[in-house]
């Protein structure tokens, strides 16, 4: 009766790279991945340091996704309640914010939540932060999105206190984003 169930611990991972021609993309399209990367997959390893793995690793992060990409990122993030809180929890850490962690993050389109303004003003030293401010103020489209998104930062008042943080007792990059 034990034997009847399937104990194989071969991670969905291994199979593909026990395929003669797997490809990176087949890879990085495995939920789990990061975790196998996490608990340092040998076989995966080896792959992600092949030649070929490498400079497609390279582009990737090098190059500028298609156009259509984040906006399919944002609609998906800003349609998740848990997904957003994840991402507000993530602002709640004490400054400075990893940048690393902090621009594929924030790259998406935030919506409304109490505190946003203040969370992201909190870290306007980490640059993705304040690129994602100036993507607020310049880039929100459409139109009527972008009259909402321009009220609703006049109603947290932005400038005011964007001006505020030039002030000699804030850090040299707080002071820098901000201006």
Known sequence: MFWKFDLNTTSHVDKLLDKAHVTLQELMDEDDILQECKAQNQKLLDFLCRKQCMEELVSLITQDPPLDMEEKISDCLGGDESLLSLLYDFLGHEPPLNPLLARPVFSARPLKKDKFISLVLKHIGTSALMDLLLHLVC?????????????????????????????????????????
Do not use: M
């Open 139 to 179: 880039c929100v489209e459409p139109a009527g999105l972008q009259q909402e998104v321009l009220h609703w930062l006049n109603e947290e008042k932005v400038i005011q206190r964007l001006v505020e943080l030039i002030h000699p007792s804030e850090d040299e990059d707080r002071q820098s984003n901000a201006a």
